[in-house]
């Protein structure tokens, strides 16, 4: 897979200086240096002072990050204020303070790194390329691509689709993200289940996973690539690489086999055939169909992994997937 940075290089007389994007980078730098500040005043206050502040006090830490152009970071901000009154707010607190620290420090030092980490970051932030330039500059990846998993949300005023596909050839992975303002339509209308034929270009990144569609159309071939992880063991070495790789890998993709379903104490477990248990998380009744799709018979199952919790989106039977 060919992908280009957008980042101009200085030691590169063949990339031209873009200067936008530096006073951009700049910004951002400061910006993270005072996210990084705000952390040790927390953490030095103690998170109980920070999970009593009024929100005046959050929404000027927020606003702060919108300034420097860390859109991303600013919505983050605001969607934990939100979490603060939950019973497990400290658990979510370190959690998030925890990667926050980790992206502030790196971003200080942005220029320091490789592209690819740089891009990393700089998505992270909350700049991403566009995709105009993404299909001008990259090098497609052509497979036959099965839609295996959906899903819907809002961040603020913004509602978010993500759309998974699994290449039959390449096994690879990919994820096409949308964004829409409150009711406007996305701006593609994908079917689960559906075959395609044809190149994904992926954005840059430490872990590519995100991908913007080059050309695609409908294929007339059954899809016979699917390569699901028989234990879970299995998934958490590829899981634990990718984290390796990417640290703020946040959602991942997740394609499981003969895991049986199990409720205990009002929830719903997963168990695989090395006796491996992990929980779903609580999506509405999802877990309750997972569990009467199981009966207690081995099933395949495609979802999200994120926070060490699976989140189910589809069953595969018999070729044909199914949205749960």
């Known amino acids: 897979m060919m992908i280009e940075s957008s980042l101009p290089q200085h030691n590169d007389p063949s990339v031209p200086f873009d200067r936008n994007l530096e ?12 996210l990084r500040q705000w952390l040790f005043d927390a953490f030095r206050q103690g998170l109980g002072n920070l999970q009593s502040q009024p929100s005046d006090a959050w929404e000027a830490i927020a606003s702060s990050m919108s300034n420097a152009k860390l859109a991303t970071i600013a919505r983050r901000i605001r969607k934990l204020k939100k979490l603060r009154n939950l019973p ?19 971003f200080i030092h942005i220029r320091e790194f490789p592209i690819n980490f740089q891009e990393e970051l700089l998505t992270q932030g909350g700049r991403t ?3 105009k330039d993404l299909l001008e500059t990259c090098q497609p990846i052509e497979d036959q691509w099965l839609i295996i998993g959906q899903t819907f949300g809002t961040d603020e005023d913004l509602r978010f689709q993500r759309t998974w596909l699994v290449g039959s050839h390449t096994a690879q992975m990919a994820l096409l993200l949308e964004f829409a303002w409150r009711d406007t339509p996305f701006k593609y209308e994908w079917h689960v289940g559906s075959v395609y034929e044809g190149g994904l270009v992926f954005y840059p990144g430490l872990y590519p996973l995100r991908a913007v569609v080059s050309t695609l159309h409908l294929s007339s071939s059954p899809f016979l690539g699917l390569r699901p992880f028989e234990v879970f063991t299995d998934f958490a070495d ?31 477990f997963l ?16 877990p309750w169909k997972v569990l009467a799709q199981s009966g207690g018979r081995p099933i395949t199952l495609f979802g999200e992994w994120k926070e060490a919790t699976f989140s189910a989106l589809t069953l ?9």
């Open 238 to 268: 590829i899981f634990a690489q990718a984290s390796a790789k990417n640290p703020w890998i946040g959602v991942f993709p997740c394609l499981l086999e003969n895991v049986s379903a199990v409720a205990k104490d009002g929830k719903v």
């Open 129 to 131: 390329p566009k995709e």
């Open 23 to 34: 006073k951009r980078i700049d910004q951002m730098i400061e910006g993270a240096q005072e």
């Open 316 to 324: 595969i039977h018999e070729g044909s997937v199914i949205l749960l």
């Open 271 to 286: 168990v695989d055939p090395g006796q491996h248990f992990f929980s779903l998380t609580e999506q509405g009744d999802v």
């Open 88 to 106: 497990d707010w400290p658990s979510l607190f370190i959690y998030e303070l925890a990667d926050f620290y980790l992206f502030a420090e790196a």
